[in-house]
């Protein structure tokens, strides 16, 4: 049961990065969905929700119109594009299922979430 995050790298101020959330042994379909990320020595934050539909989502500032939250509950995955990285985007960027099913509103708290994947490093050089 676990939540796995993938397509983190090494990339140049502006460039753009795909990550992926793939659920194996649970299912997300239900559930609002996250990504938080955790730069070196600073706490986890939130980064962008999605509801469980898809018909809501919901980010933090810094990112707004660069990152776009989807999801694809066939294939119980979720992503983030994020485009026009700086610098300061450089994270260990986690997914995260919500504890309940089909919770109004999106929640932004590390609390309201329940399973986490193992997290992929973004790094973003100047």
């Known amino acids: 049961v676990q939540l796995q995050a993938f397509g983190g790298g090494l990339v140049q101020a502006g460039d753009s990065l795909r990550l992926s959330c793939a659920a194996a042994g649970l299912t997300v379909s239900n559930y609002n969905m996250a990504w938080f990320r955790q730069a070196p020595g600073k706490e986890r934050e939130f980064v962008a929700a999605?509801?469980?539909?898809?018909?809501?989502?919901h980010y933090v500032d810094s990112v707004k119109g660069r990152f776009t939250i989807s999801r694809d509950n066939a294939q119980n995955t979720v992503y983030l594009q994020m485009n026009s990285l700086k610098p300061e985007d450089t994270a260990v960027y986690y997914c995260a299922r919500d504890w309940y099913s089909r919770r109004a509103p999106l929640q932004t708290q590390t609390t309201a979430y329940s399973y986490w994947g193992q997290g992929t490093l973004v790094t973003v050089s100047s």
């Open positions: 999605i509801m469980w539909s898809g018909g809501s989502t």
